[in-house]
């Protein structure tokens, strides 16, 4: 299964600049590799955003099987390959919820009449599906599929984030934009980009309670019948709040709210996964998780300010630039993880065996020792 996991912090900041080697080439091919950046957008978007609860399965739950079986490289290409083939799948799926099965749609960003694009379509399902997993790995510990085993407990996760986000799409979506051939409404109360963009800022809190603060506060409750729902409630009420401050207060659509969040969402997977936290790591708990907080607050502004300043100079025709954004650093949010869980940092690190995030949720979280 790999050598044990490095101490945090343990060859940082080095380690994850190198990292970046890996991950930059992967976010340009991501962001512009299907011929632009409109062209990827229709295209790879959906297919990433689908392939992350794949990933996450492989790293969180099946422990990076089946590539575990190999040796390093192997095992992360094996992977890799895997969480391809199922991001493939999964979008296939998600067409099935929204309009049907349709694979000529699939690669096409420009699919013609009779044919429901991939893109923006898919999204709301294909978030759907990956928030609920995250709230089901880290918010709620895994509980109760761990017990099944590893492999079989990965798959009751995986379908059952695919239940509760393909039929809360169903029950509380409607569209933005008229119904085309073949696209069905399901007619709910919340619009598609309103309902996209809390399921980020949600996706935003689940990583800061269980990645930067390591289950802090509630590992200070002992019981799991009362630490679970009570984890529930607070991050899902900080993700209303968010949504509320950003979308109200601030004033921001809720595709730039999206675009927020995500820019978020990859920040912290940098800060706390690719640099270990590094070097708020050194201190005591309450000074580093602040440290951490502020440093993921200020590359998240960083990601935001530089993507726009790019995505200004674009013409998007009928799309939004907020999508991009939000796509672009999806996509960089991904590699980190296929990076640094998946591939184990290799070749940058041959030795390293990170944790999922938090404390694991194979088991109750523990109190955090370092910042």
Same mark, same amino acid.
């Given at each position: 299964?790999?050598?044990?996991?490095?101490?945090?912090?343990? #060859?940082?900041?080095?380690?994850?600049?190198?990292?970046l080697?890996?991950?930059?080439?992967?976010?340009?091919l991501?962001?512009?590799?299907?011929?632009?950046?409109?062209?990827?957008?229709?295209?790879?978007?959906?297919?990433?955003?689908?392939?992350?609860?794949?990933?996450?399965?492989?790293?969180?739950?099946?422990?990076?099987?089946? #590539?575990?079986t190999?040796?390093?490289?192997?095992?992360?290409?094996?992977?890799?390959?895997?969480?391809?083939?199922?991001?493939?799948?999964?979008?296939?799926?998600?067409? =099935?919820? !929204?309009?049907?099965?349709?694979?000529?749609?699939?690669?096409?960003?420009?699919?013609?009449?009779?044919?429901?694009?991939t893109?923006?379509?898919?999204?709301?399902?294909?978030?759907?599906?990956?928030?609920?997993?995250?709230?089901?790995?880290?918010?709620?510990?895994?509980?109760?599929?761990?017990?099944?085993?590893?492999?079989?407990?990965?798959?009751?996760?995986?379908?059952?984030?695919?239940?509760?986000?393909?039929?809360?799409?169903?029950?509380l979506?409607?569209?933005?934009?008229?119904?085309?051939?073949?696209?069905?409404?399901?007619?709910?109360?919340?619009?598609s980009?309103?309902?996209?963009?809390?399921?980020?800022?949600?996706?935003?809190?689940?990583l800061?309670?269980?990645m930067?603060?390591? #289950?802090?506060?509630?590992?200070?409750?002992?019981?799991?019948?009362?630490?679970?729902?009570l984890?529930?409630?607070?991050?899902?009420?900080?993700?209303w709040?968010?949504?509320?401050?950003?979308?109200?207060?601030?004033?921001?659509?809720?595709r730039? !709210?999206?675009?927020?969040?995500?820019?978020?969402?990859?920040?912290?997977?940098?800060?706390?996964?690719?640099?270990?936290?590094?070097?708020?790591?050194?201190?005591?708990?309450?000074?580093?998780?602040?440290?951490?907080?502020?440093?993921?607050i200020?590359?998240?502004?960083?990601?935001?300010? =530089?993507?726009?300043?790019?995505?200004?100079?674009?013409?998007? #025709?009928?799309?939004?630039?907020?999508?991009?954004?939000?796509?672009? !650093?999806?996509?960089?949010?991904?590699?980190?993880?296929?990076?640094?869980?998946?591939?184990?940092?290799?070749?940058?690190?041959l030795?390293?065996?990170?944790?999922p995030?938090?404390?694991?949720?194979?088991?109750?979280?523990?109190?955090?020792?370092?910042?």
């Open positions: 299964m790999g050598a044990p996991a490095p101490a945090p912090g343990r #060859g940082q900041p080095l380690i994850g600049l190198a990292g080697t890996f991950l930059l080439p992967l976010f340009f991501l962001a512009f590799g299907a011929g632009g950046p409109v062209s990827s957008l229709k295209v790879l978007a959906p297919l990433t955003t689908f392939a992350l609860p794949a990933i996450a399965t492989i790293a969180f739950w099946w422990e990076d099987w089946p #590539g575990s190999l040796r390093a490289g192997w095992s992360g290409l094996t992977d890799t390959l895997v969480a391809v083939a199922a991001a493939v799948v999964l979008t296939l799926l998600g067409q =099935a919820v !929204v309009a049907g099965f349709d694979t000529s749609a699939l690669f096409d960003p420009e699919p013609g009449p009779g044919h429901v694009e893109f923006p379509h898919t999204l709301p399902v294909a978030a759907g599906v990956f928030t609920a997993f995250l709230q089901l790995t880290l918010v709620c510990e895994g509980w109760p599929f761990r017990r099944l085993g590893r492999l079989t407990s990965g798959v009751a996760a995986l379908a059952t984030a695919w239940a509760v986000g393909a039929g809360a799409y169903l029950l979506v409607h569209l933005d934009t008229p119904a085309q051939d073949g696209l069905r409404d399901p007619g709910g109360p919340v619009s980009v309103v309902y996209g963009a809390w399921l980020t800022a949600l996706g935003a809190w689940q800061v309670f269980f930067v603060l390591r #289950g802090w506060p509630f590992t200070a409750v002992r019981r799991r019948a009362v630490r679970l729902p984890s529930n409630v607070v991050v899902i009420a900080c993700a709040a968010t949504y509320t401050l950003l979308r109200h207060a601030l004033d921001m659509t809720a730039q !709210v999206t675009a927020a969040c995500s820019c978020g969402i990859a920040a912290i997977l940098v800060v706390a996964m690719l640099f270990d936290r590094w070097p708020w790591t050194l201190l005591t708990p309450p000074p580093g998780r602040t440290g951490v907080v502020l440093t993921s200020a590359v998240a502004g960083l990601m935001y300010w =530089a993507l726009y300043s790019y995505a200004d100079t674009v013409d998007w #025709g009928r799309l939004h630039p907020d999508d991009w954004v939000s796509y672009s !650093v999806s996509a960089l949010s991904m590699g980190v993880i296929l990076h640094v869980a998946i591939w184990k940092r290799w070749p940058v690190a030795d390293s065996s990170p944790s995030p938090g404390n694991g949720p194979s088991s109750r979280p523990t109190p955090d020792a370092h910042g």
